[in-house]
């Protein structure tokens, strides 16, 4: 990971305008101010607030890390079984299966957290493939893309964040 650097209040705005397209209708001013970034390698660069890490860009998609609870906990949320952990923790995509409740509407190619059963903890972000409506009647299949999850390389570059 290269040394950080503070953002420019303009750059800044492009970040959250960028994060803002993806996230949809969710206010992301209060990260305008003090925002910073860091490449994680040549295609992926994390921006930091206050030292921490609240938004990734991969290869030009913006979204909120796992660590930015003020994003997540406006998101849709997935709840997912036991036994989905592993997998979503290995870069694997959501199947229906392991999708034990659905909170929140969302439409196709919306971002959504998922969180386990037995402790309510974020473990990934994913692309959704079906909106919330169609979600309630699959019972096999993929349903979302995995794009950011705990033990992946952007959580182990987060890991190397010192304030």
Known sequence: MSRRYHL???????????????????DTSPF????EAAKIDPLNEMFLVDGLPVFIDAKG???????????LEKL??????????THLCNGADLMA????NVT?????????????EKF??????????????????????????NIHYVGDRFWEAFKQVKN
């Open 61 to 71: 998609e913006v979204f909120p890390t796992l660590l930015n609870n003020k994003i």
């Open 76 to 85: 849709p949320k997935l709840t997912v079984d036991l036994g989905a952990l």
């Open 120 to 145: 309510s903890k974020p473990i990934a972000l994913v692309r959704t493939l079906h909106s919330s409506n169609d979600l309630f009647g699959k019972k096999h299949g993929k349903v979302a893309l």
């Open 97 to 100: 299966p392991g999708i034990i």
């Open 104 to 116: 929140g509407d969302f439409r196709a190619g919306a971002i959504a957290v998922v969180i386990d």
């Open 8 to 26: 420019k209040e303009r750059e800044v705005k492009k970040v959250l305008m960028r994060a803002s397209s993806v996230l949809g209708n969710i």
């Open 32 to 35: 305008i101010r003090g925002m």
